[in-house]
């Protein structure tokens, strides 16, 4: 009964330590870019990710990025690098941090930065005066991210 009881508390507690994600100013980038540490501590679903990647009103990385072998994608843009072969290319820690923070890697990248929450320049202000005030969400939560760099760390030639 003891040791039951031991395992079943040792469980919960590791459990509880995924349940809260790495916020985003905790997140810690390489001197390249990547992010080595998952921010949920769990593997991303690879189909949510195609998900967050195709929807425009998720992540629409289709926006930007094709993937040739994914040709139920519609109106992929072409301001990005093709992604095919992106799983073979990069690791899932350079994946992350450029969706985290694609100006660690890429300075000067129009790409957003989709899990920062601040330096931003909010030119509203000067023009309408309605720029939002106080902190921000970030474009995705830790778990879309994991997802997103699941389903690209799977694209391999």
């Known amino acids: 009964m003891r040791l039951t009881t031991l395992t079943l508390a ?3 507690a590791a459990g509880a330590a995924f349940a809260n994600p790495v916020a985003p100013a905790d997140v810690v ?15 991303g679903n690879a189909d949510n990710g195609f998900k967050v990647f195709s929807d ?4 629409n990385c289709v926006a930007c990025h094709n993937i040739e072998a994914r040709s139920e994608l519609t109106f ?13 290319n990069r690791s899932a820690a350079e994946i992350r941090g450029i969706l ?3 100006k660690k890697t ?3 990248t129009v790409m957003p930065a989709y899990y920062k929450v601040d330096g931003f320049t909010r030119p509203g202000d000067a023009y309408t005066g309605k ?16 997802d ?5 760390s799977s694209l391999k030639d």
Do not use: C, H, R, Y
């Open 10 to 12: 040792a469980s919960l």
């Open 29 to 43: 980038f390489t001197e390249d870019g990547a992010v080595e540490q998952s921010l949920t501590g769990t593997a």
């Open 56 to 59: 425009k009103k998720q992540g």
């Open 76 to 88: 992929p843009g072409t301001v990005g690098p093709m992604l095919d072969g992106v799983g073979e």
């Open 100 to 102: 985290v923070n694609s």
């Open 106 to 108: 890429f300075e000067g």
């Open 131 to 146: 720029a939002p005030k106080g902190p921000l969400d970030p474009l995705l939560s830790a778990e879309q991210i994991e």
């Open 148 to 152: 997103v760099v699941a389903f690209l």
